[in-house]
């Protein structure tokens, strides 16, 4: 799924992808998800895993686990991923999307799997290891992979290896796999890294901050935004001279994290999540040529008993936008909610589907909420096929016909360890919401429930998802 034959990976476009090859009507139906499965922090002395699971609805072993690739060593944290060669080289035979590229969060290895050979059952093929990344480029703590148009890879990182901050950017080779240092041509670089995107067009890449390595992975602690370990500026590159050329300032305890352009490569706008202050920004290119954002959404806090804190944010932690640039999604880790925006005009979304998927705040939980901006009621626990869901929606994935949106529970293991202690001993799950395209809508399908509690190694924390044929978090159009 997802190859066009002799014309190299992916679609020619964005609605290419959306509509499927000639003569089907919807893009081709998603058959595998590949998630990064985390037992660092668990208190299982096992390596993470890519989990690969069946999600044919008419498959015998339809939302299941079908293949488990153990990683070499332990402590890695697995965390996002992605491919060798995207839409981005669409047009070139001599490319093909045939491995995946999963950087450890952690132990700052970069795993590259062969997902080609047999997509069914993924096997290792090199690992990068992260004295390499330290050495050709002092870099640590590698978190988002692009592939380029150039059919090099490049991988944002959040730090050094001694672990500060530091928003630098690792290259790799697309044969090779081997390090051939660092993106950026010198000059300043931001005290912080996180995630990334790109568009030639142009001529802009643009990264965000999440936090000071050594301090994040110790958990949350708010007293680490007020000392300026967390991120608040969304860090505009010069594509061509690889420089950094604008910072803009989001505001303290603002922590942007997952930055999306619009899909059409002629759109010099897009959004990206502020996960503390609960915000999403758009950001634009001005007709001066700089580049601006501004708050279009927001989600108040709310005020509560029995909690971390006095207020407690959405913590906005994943944010996508469909293939036609028509809707915008996100989640509340905190809160519990998954939404979906009608962004047919970028610079007034309007709430068109919601539903609560767990979270801190439902009824007959330890906090009460004694005042709230939205809610008139507590939200009820959610529960499916008999389970009460652990955790909170974070990471998703929608399909590439915008039907189906999947979405786990899981954030990083110390801060799963924090918020959601359940999540260590019951697992995190895999859940999918059937969209409404036509209104905006949301709606928990309730056949479609993969509990990772039943590991057989035990619970585990299951990450980010990718299909093979490339989803719109992965492919840049050029």
């Not at 139906?29 to 922090?41: H, K, N, S, T, V």
């Not at 959004?271 to 999403?280: K, P, T």
């Not at 507590?378 to 929606?393: S, T």
């Amino acid at each position: 799924a997802g190859k066009c034959g002799a014309c190299g990976p992916g679609y020619p476009s964005p609605l290419e992808a959306m509509k499927g090859n000639p003569g089907v009507p919807a893009g081709p139906r998603e058959q595998l998800l590949y998630l990064p499965c985390i037992y660092r922090g668990t208190g299982t002395g096992m390596p993470d895993f890519l989990a690969t699971v069946d999600v044919d609805p008419r498959s015998p072993r339809y939302c299941q686990v079908i293949h488990r690739l153990p990683m070499p060593y332990m402590g890695d944290e697995l965390h996002h991923s992605g491919w060798n060669a995207c839409s981005s080289c669409h047009g070139d035979p001599t490319k093909s999307r045939d491995f995946l590229i999963l950087p450890s969060l952690i132990s700052s290895r970069v795993y590259v799997v062969d997902v080609g050979t047999d997509p069914r059952a993924p096997k290792l093929y090199k690992v990068v290891e992260a004295e390499e990344l330290a050495r050709k480029a002092n870099a640590a703590f590698p978190h988002t992979s692009h592939c380029l148009g150039s059919g090099e890879i490049l991988i944002s990182c959040l730090g050094d290896p001694d672990g500060n901050g530091k928003g630098t950017f690792v290259l790799l080779d697309g044969e090779t796999f081997e390090v051939k240092g660092n993106w950026e041509k010198g000059g300043k670089i931001p005290n912080l890294g996180y995630d990334f995107w790109y568009q030639p067009r142009h001529n802009v890449l643009l990264s965000t901050e999440w936090g000071v390595p050594k301090v994040l992975a110790q958990g949350f602690d708010p007293k680490d935004v007020e000392k300026g370990h967390y991120g608040r500026h969304i860090n505009v590159w010069d594509w061509r001279e690889r420089r950094l050329v604008q910072e803009l300032d989001l505001g303290a305890g603002s922590v942007p994290l997952e930055i999306r352009f619009l899909h059409e490569p002629r759109a010099a706008q897009g959004f990206v999540g502020c996960a503390l202050s609960g915000d999403v920004r758009r950001f634009h290119r001005n007709p001066e040529g700089k580049w601006e954002a501004e708050k279009v959404i927001e989600v108040p806090s709310k005020k509560v008993q029995g909690w971390l804190l006095p207020e407690m944010p959405g913590l906005i932690t994943d944010i996508l936008i469909s293939l036609d640039d028509r809707f915008l999604y996100f989640s509340n880790w905190l809160h519990g909610d998954v939404r979906q925006y009608d962004i047919s005009d970028p610079k007034n979304p309007k709430l068109v589907g919601q539903v609560f998927l767990g979270g801190s705040i439902s009824k007959g939980g330890a906090v009460t909420v004694v005042e709230d901006r939205e809610l008139r009621d507590q939200p009820e626990p959610c529960v499916i096929q008999g389970k009460r869901i652990p955790g909170g929606p974070q990471m998703l994935q929608l399909s590439l016909d915008g039907r189906r949106l999947y979405v786990t529970t899981s954030l990083f293991s110390a801060w799963d360890r924090q918020f959601y202690p359940s999540l260590l001993t019951e697992g995190s799950v895999l859940l999918q919401l059937d969209v409404d395209t036509e209104r905006g809508g949301l709606a928990v399908n309730p056949k479609f429930l993969l509990d990772f509690g039943k590991e057989p190694g035990g619970p585990c924390l299951a990450h980010e998802m990718r299909y093979p044929g490339g989803d719109c978090t992965s492919d840049i159009w050029l």
